[in-house]
């Protein structure tokens, strides 16, 4: 069996110009240059182009007027009949419209999941019943345009909070999608770039999974926690992942290869400690491969997961706001996987430490500080630090090896790992996060009346 | 019975130039212009500026070469015969030497203080078992020339971490400190200007308790929460405070009152989130009031205490690095005053709603998202936001009369509260914090190899 993932470094995109590359976006239906050409994810070793997509399913995207920018902001990905999906939401108690009804649907339905429904420009989020009852009224005209059941629909919006959703346009909106919908990788990408709000990048991630002759695809697509309205009313950051896959599964079977999946990515980044009221996850899978999800192709089909959402993670942070460095926190030598975590994020949220990444300091006190105030209990007798492999600190000070200014001229580089063992047990985690550099507060600080 | 308190507007001076105004220290010895000047703490109604310092204590401050910038940087103040003193420390789990060695100085007199022992310029943290001997061997020099036990002098540092620490600067430095001591306001600010680091104000603060003829003075010194030292080694911040009274008490009297007025003030503050190594709050009872610490004097005392904690604590808010903007959170109708403290912290630290303050942006769904992952059980619709006494959320929507320019506006000011009520109980808290600024990420990133 073999595993193929989309390389981490190649598989986003820049675009110079939003505004045009939508247009460029429509206007090449048929070309298939950004799937598998040279300024795209790169051609992956042994398939065809062709042959990427999960089967089943179509995608499609248009200008329903929502976003100021006028791009492409209503998005939807039809699956066949009998598609099951398995989702995970923000932790955040305070949730948008969608989110709840996207719960409810799931619920009530038993995983059925007939469309992907997705507006940007809008997170018909604190928009009180008026905001639940908008969202129904957006899955039930789908429903109606695509032939499906309502609560087959599962919802998502991303945008400005606190402002009316525009449910007209929305609705208005179905019969125009509707006769984009196609299963290009063109099409695809219409439905990655319409979910898109200040992401300079299109987020899409794949994986081929080759069992005894059979196979099984995943393609994923996400957009990153940078989002910014310059406008009146409040801007919103969010992330939204949607993962489809031609597997044969079940609603629970779904659920069972996600959550550790999400746990390992998704979960383990941070750009700046703020959890989003919109955030979701969605795992699709049409059945059209004929391949169940069982036997040697589950764990196969875990492999393949992760590297998606191992890449897509990456993505994220990659495009965070304002960020000059990606740095992997890896804490081993922890009693649990848990408190690796709790260390992992005490320094990922610390401002100190993630200032002193953006100017390239190896200011190894910050990080000591960060791990000693999590709550987790060490030694710092015990503890070792290293950055980019180099030593930074052990014995309770600074390492006898510690080279300032090959430490720096390394932290110079836009990715590095400081690797941090506490000393006190065999567990550990692997934590992608950034810097916090002054472009992220003018970014997040830019308001105008 | 009457507290005067110090105002807290006027508590604090602006140093213009550090390095001058050290001198201009040195040298204005003997004219009391800074305690009750115009430019000074103000005179407080109802009582003489030469009554205000606590009786039978004395302070001094010399420079020892340990600041690079050649400024005051050891300070010592002597405590009479049997005065008692309790402390209180950061939760951070790697400490400094000086909070290893004042424990276990603490612990070993039963809280008998003779000295307070502080030096700026290396916080002698993360130094190993040499930073441990250092620390005694400083305490010792202090007891031979103050005519003290070794283990009644409190030792305290600050400065860059993981340099070894420069004992014999100490050392040396201990007649002339001994030379220069002395029961006078211009004394007390040797102290207080001794232990500044990267402060741009001096911070004190006084109360004068009068019960039935009698009274009680209370003096607070600070350092504040922003320290960077723009040189080889890890900056590193740092808050210190020290309060002398001349109340009669024992150890565990101070202990009492000193908790629950820690943790209204100093523990409900927040710059930028990140605990130090070396925080300190010490109280000393000289006892030579007279006045004992019971009966309606406790209450009084605990009053006056509390306002020159609070005090303390806006002035090391208001001069944190790069604020911009200082922050009041009122969280009312929670469970418990713990869920309150939780609920503020995360807004506090959130940086969407601190980069959101610095550009006096009224954006109320940032503050909403915080408290949703907070982890504090609530339901958005019964919600209340109120930004300055302006009615801003409510409802589960933004409140129907919601003006969004008054909010604005009144944003623009420098300091205003931000009142949530969560509507699930009646308990409330009271947080302290500021904006996150484009100056405070230049201050932190400032790296010089």
């Known amino acids: 069996m073999t595993v193929f993932g989309g390389n981490v470094k190649e598989s986003g995109r820049a675009l110079r110009d ?8 429509v206007a090449k239906m048929g070309h ?38 006028g791009n492409l902001d209503v998005a939807v990905a039809m699956a066949p009949k009998g598609a ?61 345009a695509f032939g499906c059941i309502f609560d087959e629909v599962f919802p998502s919006s991303t945008g400005i909070i606190g402002v009316p959703f525009p449910t007209e346009k929305v609705v208005a909106a179905m019969p125009s999608v509707k006769a984009v919908l196609g299963e290009t990788s063109e099409h695809a990408e219409l439905f990655a770039r319409a979910i898109m709000t200040t992401d300079t990048k299109m987020k899409v991630a794949r994986a081929v999974i080759e069992v005894e002759g059979t196979e099984v695809r995943i393609f994923g697509v996400a957009k990153g926690a940078g989002m910014i309205h310059p406008q009146m009313g409040p801007p919103h950051a969010t992330m939204l992942v949607y993962l489809f896959t031609d597997v044969v599964a079940k609603a629970e079977q779904l659920r069972a290869v996600m959550e550790p999946t999400v746990e390992g990515s998704f979960n383990s980044i941070s750009i700046d400690g703020d959890t989003s009221t919109n955030d979701t996850v969605l795992l699709v899978a049409s059945g059209a491969s004929g391949v169940a999800l069982d036997g040697t192709v589950a764990e196969s089909f875990a492999n393949g997961l992760k590297l998606v959402c191992d890449s ?11 960020v000059g460095h990606v740095v992997t926190l890896r804490i081993s030598g922890a009693r649990t996987k848990a408190e690796a975590k709790v260390v992992a994020k005490a320094i990922a949220h610390s401002p100190l430490c993630k200032t002193a990444w953006s100017s390239a300091d190896p200011n190894w006190g910050r990080l000591l500080a960060a791990a ?61 996060t950034c810097d916090l550099t002054a472009e992220y507060v003018r970014i997040n600080a830019d308001y105008s009346t």
Chains 1, 2 share one sequence.
């Open 18 to 25: 939003a505004h045009l590359s939508d247009d460029e976006a």
């Open 32 to 69: 298939p240059a950004w799937w598998g050409g040279g300024d795209g994810l790169g051609k992956l070793e042994g398939m065809e182009n062709d042959v990427t997509l999960p089967l089943g399913f179509v995608w499609g995207a248009v200008k329903a007027g929502i976003k100021a920018s």
């Open 84 to 144: 099951v999906g398995a989702a995970m939401f923000t932790r955040n108690q305070v949730v948008a419209a969608p989110v709840t009804v996207g719960r409810r649907h799931l619920a009530a339905t038993g995983g059925r999941v007939s469309a992907v429904l997705v507006n940007a420009g809008n997170a018909n989020c604190a928009t009180g019943a008026a905001g639940i009852d908008a969202c129904e009224r957006t899955c039930v005209a789908a429903a109606e």
């Open 312 to 322: 897509l993670a990456h993505q994220i942070v990659d495009d965070g706001e304002g």
């Open 372 to 432: 000693g105030y999590s709550g987790v209990e060490f030694d710092p007798a015990f503890v070792t630090v290293t950055i980019g492999g180099l030593p930074v600190f052990e014995g309770g000070m600074r390492a006898a090896a510690f080279d300032e200014t090959a430490v720096h001229e390394l932290m110079l580089g836009r990715e590095y790992t400081i690797a941090m063992d506490l000393g006190v047990g065999e567990e550990e985690c692997v934590f992608l």
